[in-house]
């Protein structure tokens, strides 16, 4: 964003980080506000060219660990603020920062420059959202059904909400996470999955909150846990039904407070990360059954989307079946040409009770 004291004769938005390095080459400005996670890579990059060029910015984060808070601060033009941001924070820094007297922005002056920062005054410079956002992650399908629970996951994708993804075994849990984390702001950082039926109650703690050289027999050295890898990222915490009650206590805390201790340790460590989970259990009955914590639940209930079995997109069934041939094709240097009629009517008449993933299998089987 630039703005221009009094002036204010024009304010800019950029949605991503190639676009403002651009604008930067072309343009004089008199003042950047950035976000610290943007789609296509890291805010820092943006702070260090304003730096080089003397230019104030002000860096914008749902958080902000130590090391990155010192490293901004340490330049003396410039500032940071927690999301969501409040125009009675953001205008005094603005002012400061632009080096404004009270008088120069009392009545009109001040009404102006907070006129400025409203979203509808802004100039679009690109396109913010593509008209095929899934068209990289290859989630594919006619279905309405599909598309339906498609249209949800657009629609979160660039917040900070949790995501839980609720669904059978094999309908593409996974793959839809992925699509949530690659359209986010922190499209540009790690992605970590986790399979929290897949690793031993005993350890899986040290797997996700790390832990240090001898908190525990056979710990030989510091191992830093899935959550701090997630830092600025996205953590996919598959089959989340299957997590032990006194995990679930912790997970809690973390999605709370964005903070944990490894084991072992004395000291907290604070972690800046968004949190996608799955399960193909119903949770809602397991909090009944006294199995999963209903805080936790409630914590992570606040935008469920439901991935609907294969049986209910039938008219995908040819889609997909043609997709994974192409790919078996050229994984296993076949020249399969494709389904023949009554293959493809025995396919659209099976139930498929392992859905996407058992086509996906059949398909690669009957290739090879």
Known sequence: MALRPLRLARMTQIPNLAGAKRCLENSDFDLIISALELR??????????????GI???????????????????????????????????????ESLMKLSPSETSASGRAELLNSLRPEQLQE??????????????????????????????????????????????????????????????AGQ??????????????????????????????????????????????????????????????????????????GADKEIYVDFRVVAATNIALKASVAAGSFREDLFHRLYVFPVLLPPLRQRRVDIPILATHFLAEANAEFRRRVDGFSAQVLAAMSANNWPGNVRQLENTVRRLVI
């Open 40 to 53: 296509d890579g890291d805010g820092m990059e943006l702070f260090e060219k304003a730096k080089d060029r």
């Open 56 to 94: 104030p910015v002000i860096m914008a984060s749902g958080g902000f660990g130590q090391d990155i808070s010192l490293k901004i601060l340490a330049y003396e033009r410039a500032r940071i603020i927690e999301k969501p941001l409040e125009t009675d924070v953001l205008t005094p820094m603005v």
């Open 125 to 186: 410079i690109e396109a913010t959202t593509s008209p095929h956002p899934f068209e990289d992650q290859a989630i594919i399908g006619e279905a309405a059904i599909w598309k339906a629970a498609l249209a949800q996951i657009a629609q979160v994708a660039d917040t900070r909400a949790e995501v839980l993804l609720l669904g059978e075994s094999g309908t593409g849990k996974e793959l839809v996470a992925k699509a949530v984390h690659s359209m986010s702001p922190r």
């Open 190 to 263: 790690a992605f970590v999955a986790v399979n929290c039926a897949a690793i031993p109650a005993n350890l899986l703690e040290s797997e996700l909150f790390g832990h240090i050289k001898g908190a525990f027999t056979g710990a030989i050295g510091n191992r830093t846990g899935r959550f701090k890898e997630a830092d600025r990222g996205t953590i996919f915490l598959d089959e989340i039904g299957e997590l032990p009650l006194d995990l679930q206590a912790k997970l809690l805390r973390v999605l709370q407070e964005k903070r944990f201790t490894p084991v």
